[in-house]
């Protein structure tokens, strides 16, 4: 069984996603910051012999548009219909045989190792998962076998309670955690990681 990776997406439209982004340092250099991160993450993480990439895009991508501004070695699919767990859950459920990792894009610390890590946790985990800054999580990771019990049906998404509401209702299962990461998405965030020569 492969292990497959799935980087989430959004298609950079002016104006959409990275709203609290947008708001506080403007939609352009926002979508600037989106497109170069999205592409440096797909540069790091595509033609490794551990996974097979997925990129999945909202909305639903139209022919292979995302190639063309973001080249990657993997396979291009939409996230479909619904909220962030109904479109993790589907990813979950629909993927080819093998442990699942699902990663942000907007998270320009990850790296290969952290991704490695991941697949190694679940060789005796359940889960996985690596845990952010503002109480959310930028990697969430499943075995798929025996069974797969989806964790996101009470979850309160983008807010300080998303890991908790998620580890709650993982609470019998085998769970690993991976280093704290930091996502972007205020101008706060987006001025450390500039300050810190991290672009």
């Not at 890590?117 to 690596?130: E, K, N, P, Q």
Request: charged residues 25%; positive net charge.
């Amino acid at each position: 069984m492969e292990n497959h990776l799935v980087i989430m997406a959004r298609a950079p439209r002016l104006g959409r996603g990275k709203r609290r982004l947008a708001r506080d340092i403007g939609p352009l250099a926002a979508q600037q910051f989106y497109r170069r991160s999205t592409g440096a993450l797909l540069r790091r993480l595509s033609g490794q012999p551990f996974w097979r990439l997925w990129l999945a895009i909202t909305p639903d991508p139209a022919g292979g548009a995302p190639r063309g501004l973001w080249p990657f070695a993997g396979e291009l699919r939409g996230q479909g219909r619904g909220d962030l767990g109904a479109r993790m859950g589907r990813l979950f459920q629909d993927l080819p045989p093998g442990p699942v990792v699902i990663v942000g894009s907007d998270i320009p610390g990850i790296t290969r190792r952290h991704i490695r890590r991941a697949f190694a946790c679940l060789g005796d985990h359940d889960w996985v998962i690596g845990p952010a800054d503002d109480g959310g999580y930028w990697l969430i990771g499943a075995r798929r076998r025996p069974s797969l019990r989806l964790p996101f049906a009470a979850v309160r998404w983008s807010s300080p309670h998303t890991l908790a509401d998620t580890r709650s209702d993982l609470k019998d299962q085998r769970v690993a955690e991976l280093d704290r990461l930091t996502d972007i998405d205020t101008g706060a965030d987006w001025r450390r990681w500039r300050d810190a020569g991290k672009n």
